[in-house]
């Protein structure tokens, strides 16, 4: 036989993905079956009450799938970790830097950088010009998570950077996802080519090359100091990394390369996605921005009051405006577990152990039997369902569920209580030229987008509040 033209190549992937888009329709919507094999050997379950058991089903095990995880390219990574007892061992490892704790200790870090990030929006005012806030928020972001993460502020907030840069390209590396899930050698060859050389071939995204010769020169700086007392008076992840309790074959340049660069990736996009939802819809409805205001001016007697996550996550609307923000945020994409050992049993369908099994957390989100009129953004959903003694927040699974659930979880909801917190108090701001249209799903690049490419929620400042 000889060799597949590209073109047949493309073709025969372009039928393979087309049939089993075909056969989740025939089977989903005409059979009614919440259960379908979607390719030859991978079965899609539509049922949020069966989240929890394929997710997290307390001590049983679960793998990655390895044909999934190559969309990653960084495979050394703990979410491209296929075994399940390589996964636990590395997550420990990271436990303590993500845990409650250490992100309340570092608080102080979140409010640098958030103080520079109401600066911009207070220059904004005075110059009369408009703010597309996802960018701003990557900036956000990016400088906690770096600073957080790798010890060093990598300034992502300057004006230069607005909307360019390292933020940018991770946009477009986040719409490339499906190109390196079908065509995995491709992503495996670009590790092997030096990055200045990339960088003189593709000038516009000199700024990501130049982040992974940071991350490079760290994780060589960390295995170099690993036995001296030269090491940073706070940790980094390359020094949790690099501690002596690590197996010395995990102790590897690129196991600290592939993990710093994902934290970056991570702790970027989806966190300011989900602030920009929140604002959309809060300033879109002056019912929701009113009542937010309100109970925000009870717990922040002026606008420069000194808050924390702990204090603020105690405000029952705003924690219901941040649960429904991320109802509408997160990876679309579906995930898949595989049961290793053990079937899987689903209502009266057994499937065999080794069978990679999806769900999308899209589905429980929108799901009309659990958030009614879910493509309402309505906070009060939460603080109802509270009251009638419902577990709600159990169907809320934008960080996943059990032990590889998103291990960011804990500095995402410090960032997003300090800053919806921080902006609705001090800030009027008004929309300009976005409708829901700008964020609406319609478009699976692991995260959402729309029809146009990345959302996009732009705004006037039109006051500050000093009282």
């Known amino acids: 036989m000889g060799l597949m033209s590209p073109i047949a190549i493309l073709a025969s992937v372009k039928e393979q993905f087309t049939m089993s888009i075909m056969l989740l329709v ?3 919507l005409i059979l009614r079956s919440p259960i379908v094999r979607i390719n030859p050997r991978e079965v899609h379950i539509k049922d949020p009450y069966f989240y929890d058991e394929l997710y997290a089903p307390g001590s049983g095990v679960r793998d990655k799938d390895p044909k999934s995880v190559v969309i990653f390219s960084a495979p050394t990574s703990l979410v491209a970790t296929v075994d399940h007892q390589t996964h636990r061992m590395r997550r420990k490892l990271l436990n303590n830097f993500f845990s409650r704790r250490w992100i309340e200790n570092i608080e102080p870090v979140i409010h640098k950088s958030l103080s520079r990030f109401l600066d911009g929006l207070a220059t904004a005012h005075k110059e009369g010009s408009v703010v597309e806030l996802i960018d701003r928020l990557q900036g956000l972001t990016g400088d906690v998570i770096t600073e957080y993460a790798y010890g060093e502020n990598y300034g992502l907030q300057d004006p230069e950077n607005y909307g360019k840069g ?7 590396g986040t719409d490339q996802i499906h190109f390196f899930r079908f065509f995995p050698l491709v992503s495996q060859l670009l590790r092997y080519i030096p990055s200045w050389f990339m960088g003189q071939i593709f000038p516009a995204r000199t700024a990501i090359y130049q982040l992974l010769d940071g991350v490079r020169k760290q994780s060589v700086l960390a295995l170099q100091q690993k036995n001296t007392s030269n090491a940073p008076q706070r940790m980094t992840i390359f020094q949790a990394l690099t501690a002596p309790e690590v197996p010395p074959e995990e102790r590897k340049l690129q196991r600290l390369q592939d993990e710093g660069l994902i934290l970056f990736a991570a702790g970027t996009e989806t966190t300011a996605t989900t602030l920009s939802v929140a604002l959309f819809y809060i300033l879109n409805d002056k ?3 009113s009542n937010l205001r309100r109970e925000l001016e009870q717990a922040m007697p002026t606008p420069q009051h000194p808050t924390t996550w702990r204090e603020l996550e105690k405000l029952p609307y705003l924690t219901a405006v941040i649960r ?8 679309v994409m579906r995930q898949q577990r595989i049961s290793p050992t053990e079937a899987l049993k689903y209502k009266d369908i057994v499937v065999p152990p080794g069978t990679p099994v999806s769900m999308i957390a899209r ?4 799901d009309p039997t659990i958030f009614p009129d879910p493509t309402r953004f309505h906070p009060e959903r939460w603080m109802l369902a509270a009251g009638r003694g419902e577990g709600l927040p159990r169907f809320l699974v934008t960080f996943s569920r059990g032990n590889r659930g998103c291990i960011g979880m804990n500095l995402a909801y410090a960032e ?5 917190a921080a902006v609705v108090r001090r800030f009027d701001l008004e929309l300009y030229q976005t409708t829901p249209e700008n964020i609406r799903f319609v478009r699976d690049k692991l995260l959402p987008r729309s029809k146009d490419g990345c959302w996009t929620v732009r705004v006037k400042v039109v006051g500050i509040r000093e009282e």
């Open 363 to 366: 589905f429980v989100h929108m």
């Open 416 to 420: 997003l209580y300090n800053t919806l």
């Open 26 to 28: 025939m089977f989903g």
């Open 287 to 289: 019912r929701v921005l």
């Open 324 to 331: 429904e923000a991320l109802r509408f945020s997160g990876i």
């Open 166 to 172: 390292i933020v940018k390209v991770v946009q477009e």
